[in-house]
């Protein structure tokens, strides 16, 4: 009569050769058809933004569901009323890459967004890596999370279809910027060197939601004017035009409704471009609105050891 059950040196010897076949084989293949629920990765509180710069959110906890911090894909479909007709791309730097977009948003649309913002407003609000405060010297302004109705989804749909649809790119949530006479915003990056700790701001667009105002100005004192006078259109080339210092200072954006400037804050390998160092200049005459559109990203976590 046979044994029925097996003997204790037939089990080591069973492990012996499944221990490697699942390592090997079954986990890597079970890893590829599971991704999702594989290496459970947790983001967790240390990921958040550190002490180099100030944000205007402060997303302690990155979780990629949060949609007070980013705005997800959930396939609500984009119903897009007064789309702009078609926008027109100059580009400006290559590294970093700096893109000017004119007509980003319709006339129609900048006025829509203006509406749903209003009431809304509170102060805007610094972030130093530990703590939320506002700091008038640093920035006055007042902000406004917009509610996410078919004009914004449209934007963020442009934002992605405007970066190719770069997987890992989340594109966070809304935040009107409303500068009075005297607002600005000092230099700073939109960056904070988080990227190995979880996710950064890969992108921003800025755009003009409203322009009307002397000043206000977004000046980058690194980067350098392009030859001749074609980009005076948008660009400061007089001195003290959009409220700026002087034209040593890099270069300054005018403000100019429904037209957009779209740079790229991290290099290939994740770390931040100092040239991308930006500031809003005081508004010294009406109001200027204006519209952020970060992009986060935020690749799968890799597993320890690999
Ligand atoms: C800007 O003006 C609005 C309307 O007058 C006012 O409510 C708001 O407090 C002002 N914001 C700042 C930062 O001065």
Redesign the pocket.
Known sequence: MASSSPKLSTFITWLLYFVPVYIFVLDPLIRSFFPGNSSSPSWDEDQGADTFEEWDHAPSTLHLTDDSFISPEDGVPANCPGEAEGYRVHLLSRAPLVLYIENFVSAAEADHLVDISLNKYT?SIIYDGVTERIDPAKR???RALLDRDDTVRCLEDRARAFQGWRPHLYIERMWAQ?Y?AS?HYRHHYDWTGSLARGGDRLSTFMVYLGADCEGGGTNFPRLKRPVGRTWCRFLECEDGESGGAGLEEGITFKPIKGNAIFWENLRADGTGYPETWHAAYPVTKGTKVGLNIWSWYQPPKRRAGR
């Open positions: 102060p006055l302004s007042d409303r009075n607002g």
